[in-house]
T-cell receptor, first 112, second 113 residues
């Protein structure tokens, strides 16, 4: 199993550009989540999904969209990038009956 | 909303020393999780605790689920340089959605050889 994979690893955007961060898992996990990590802030939940076709907002959802058309994939879309979205983004997944989440390696995003 | 407060924020210790860190909340948690994040990597689960009073070990790491269900502790014995990283506590919010976890802000550990 590859576990949780994320692409790209690094990305530089200009303010106002849009992009999609990709996340995939091959463990047949029902739940998937997106977090952002900023210095001294820990991990904050952006959006999450409890199954294909079902998504919900987390703590910091503004400026981000998600969709879950398959169990395996959970892309995160930045509609119009802003410097405040400069961060490290982590995708995670887990089985519905377990609290333990498995994290991807992260995407480092710089918005100029 | 529910928050997890971790202390200390950072620690600088000598190799071989023992380390203690804790995580507290004003709300009850039914599960406590401890993760470690190596530099440039995603967090990795170290220990999961499911019952108040539970004490669980994973090698040199020992974690405890506080009896009040509002705190948890992580101890590392005889630290080594590869223990360097950020340690996070986390848990599913009580009464909240099953889809997410709340994370503390982390304890950054530095180990001098």
């Amino acid at each position: 199993n590859a576990g949780v994979t994320q692409t790209p690893k690094f990305q530089v955007l200009k303010t106002g550009q849009s992009m999609t961060l990709q996340c995939a898992q091959d463990m047949n996990h029902e739940y998937m989540s997106w977090y952002r990590q900023d210095p001294g802030m820990g991990l904050r939940l952006i959006h999450y999904s409890v199954g294909a076709g079902i998504t919900d907002q987390g703590e910091v959802p503004n400026g981000y969209n998600v969709s879950r058309s398959t169990t395996e994939d959970f892309p995160l879309r930045l509609l119009s990038a802003a410097p405040s979205q400069t961060s490290v983004y982590f995708c995670a997944s887990r089985r519905y009956y377990q609290e333990t989440q498995y994290f991807g390696p992260g995407t480092r995003l710089l918005v100029l | 909303g529910q928050q997890l407060n971790q202390s200390p924020q950072s620690m600088f210790i000598q190799e071989g020393e023992d380390v203690s860190m804790n995580c507290t909340s004003s709300s009850i948690f039914n599960t406590w999780l401890w993760y470690k994040q190596d530099p440039g990597e995603g967090p990795v689960l170290l220990i999961a605790l499911y019952k108040a009073g539970e004490l669980t070990s994973n090698g040199r790491l020992t974690a405890q689920f506080g009896i009040t269900r509002k705190d948890s502790f992580l101890n590392i014995s005889a630290s080594i340089p590869s223990d360097v990283g950020i340690y996070f506590c986390a848990g599913p919010p009580y009464g909240g959605s099953q889809g997410n976890l709340i994370f503390g802000k982390g304890t950054k550990l530095s180990v001098k050889p």
